[in-house]
């Protein structure tokens, strides 16, 4: 039985983007939001989106990096306790050509950085303050609309949701149990309900 080109391709889970400049607590939002949504038994996945031109992980000498410049398309490395993949495309991968990556029974892939505008319309904007707004929006080109939350270290302190932004947009502290399951209800409510997606056993 052959396979069109629609069946192989694989779903995407649902896709929150956690966007902000330097040192305005992205990394803290993610780790807190794949923590929570992990305890709820959801498969949790996540994207670091790097600005930098390039990051060679796999230095030169190394023996996968002499694998890789003999010619090998993908290299994997076996470790003690974690398998590692290194694999050069030539240009940025879209949020497509890196979802067949994760298990399919993903729910939530919580991605540092804008990776794919046109994949996902869910933002946690983080900010290091208020006044950060305006060059964040403009600088990581995010549409005001699509702020679900706001976070990071201007939300440090704020009480249990009552802090709001411009728009009306909650300000929710990831590093407060109350807030951060605040955050993760508003993320499932705004993807459209819980996902169907396989959970860990025992949640």
Same mark, same amino acid.
């Given at each position: 039985?052959?396979?069109?080109? #629609?069946?192989?391709?694989?779903?995407? *889970?649902? $896709?929150?983007?956690?966007?902000?400049?330097?040192?305005?607590?992205? @990394?803290?939002? $993610?780790? #807190?939001? =794949?923590?929570?949504?992990?305890? +709820?038994?959801?498969?949790?996945?996540?994207?670091?989106?790097?600005? &930098? #031109?390039?990051?060679?992980? !796999?230095?030169?000498? @190394? !023996?996968?990096?002499? &694998?890789? !410049?003999?010619?090998?398309?993908?290299?994997?490395?076996? =470790? #003690?306790?974690?398998?590692?993949?290194?694999?050069?495309?030539? &240009?940025?991968?879209?949020? +497509? !050509?890196?979802? +067949?990556? /994760? *298990? *399919?029974?993903?729910? /939530?892939?919580?991605c540092e950085g804008m990776v794919d505008r046109g994949a996902s319309p869910l933002v946690v904007l983080c900010l290091h303050g208020m006044h950060d707004l305006a060059e964040t929006l403009v600088v990581r080109g995010i549409q005001p609309g699509s702020v679900l939350a706001i976070s990071g270290v201007v939300a440090a302190g704020a009480l249990n949701g009552s802090v709001r932004g411009p728009r009306d947009i909650p300000v929710l502290d990831a590093a407060d149990a109350v807030q951060r399951r605040a955050l993760a209800d508003l993320i499932i409510e705004a993807s459209g309900g819980p996902p169907n997606r396989k959970a860990y056993p025992g949640a």
């Open positions: 039985m052959t396979q069109s080109g #629609a069946d192989l391709v694989t779903p995407l *889970p649902r $896709v929150v983007n956690v966007v902000g400049l330097r040192k305005s607590g992205k @990394t803290a939002v $993610v780790t #807190a939001l =794949l923590a929570e949504l992990r305890s +709820r038994g959801y498969r949790v996945s996540s994207i670091k989106k790097m600005e &930098h #031109a390039a990051l060679f992980l !796999d230095q030169e000498g @190394t !023996d996968t990096r002499l &694998h890789a !410049d003999a010619g090998a398309e993908v290299v994997v490395a076996l =470790l #003690a306790g974690e398998t590692v993949r290194f694999e050069r495309s030539g &240009h940025a991968g879209s949020l +497509r !050509d890196v979802v +067949r990556l /994760f *298990p *399919p029974e993903t729910a /939530f892939l919580v």
